[in-house]
């Protein structure tokens, strides 16, 4: 399935085809590429919790990867059918721009509108973007995504929002590896400040209370998730549920 594909995708795909919501997307980043964005979460309001990741559900005659907040052991549908719970974390990001390399294949940037030009010395595909997008990822103690942002927030005085960044995806496709790199400080814009000023609840979004950049809740017609769950093919971070205690997230949080 593609990558980045979530509830948000399976909503748009299942719903009513003359609704124009405002959903929440997913940051992602092209193979061999990378995102320019700005974090609007700082350390401190970055969500995290035990999650069931790349669970395969099933919405009408659709079947799609979703995450799903893990509501814990004794009470959880997806840990009762045996499905393992990650960590993961959920964070607000503007995304400038998307950088494909020039050797992309049309048919995977085909729905992308993207133009010629330079950036970091090199030429690029580059896709304009300037828009927030909700950026989750798994992680665990030994990963390395995630040590960066804790090696940030300790170097740059207890913040990770004064500056952009760089996400660069390296590695074959199924298995990539992410790399931040960090650019010299900049205030945010006026724009970004409104715009931190109204995104919606976090963990609301991070639990599937919110679907849309404007608050909005799943409508439970449109969608009907029943969990057809199975075993993971691809997870990132530390996932061998060894030495995982699910009761004390925090202790093995770097922030
Ligand atoms: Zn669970």
Redesign the pocket.
């Known amino acids: 399935m593609p990558y980045g594909m979530d509830d948000t995708w399976g909503q748009r795909r299942t719903g009513d085809a003359s609704e124009n919501r405002n959903f929440i997307s997913p940051l992602w980043v092209p193979t061999g590429g990378f995102v320019s964005i700005r974090i609007l979460s700082e350390h401190n309001q970055i969500y995290k919790n035990?999650t069931?990741h790349n669970l395969a559900v099933v919405s009408g005659d659709r079947e799609y990867w979703t995450d799903r907040v893990?509501?814990?052991?004794d009470k959880?549908e997806?840990?009762l059918s045996g499905h393992k719970?990650t960590k993961m974390f959920f964070a607000w990001a503007y995304v400038y721009n998307r950088y494909w390399p020039l050797s992309t294949p049309e048919e995977k940037r085909k729905n992308n509108v993207v133009e010629k030009g330079k950036a970091n010395g090199r030429e690029w595909l580059i896709e304009t973007i300037n828009g927030v997008k909700l950026w989750k990822r798994t992680f665990g103690k030994d990963d390395q995504y995630w040590l960066d942002l804790k090696n940030f927030k300790e170097r740059f005085n207890d913040t990770l929002t004064d500056r952009d960044y760089e996400i660069h995806r390296l590695g074959e496709e199924t298995k990539p590896t992410y790399n931040m790199m960090y650019l010299d400080p900049k205030p945010m814009s006026e724009e970004l400040l409104v715009l931190l000023s109204s995104l919606p609840d976090l963990e609301k979004v991070a639990l599937g209370e919110i679907i849309t950049m404007d608050g909005e809740s799943p409508q439970a017609k449109v969608v009907d998730l029943s969990p057809n769950v199975r075993s993971v093919a691809y997870t990132s971070g530390d996932n061998d549920g060894e030495d995982d205690d699910p009761d004390n997230i925090d202790d093995l949080l770097p922030f």
Do not use: F, I, M, S
């Not at 893990?70 to 052991?73: D, L």
């Open positions: 035990w069931h893990c509501k814990g052991t959880c997806y840990c719970a």
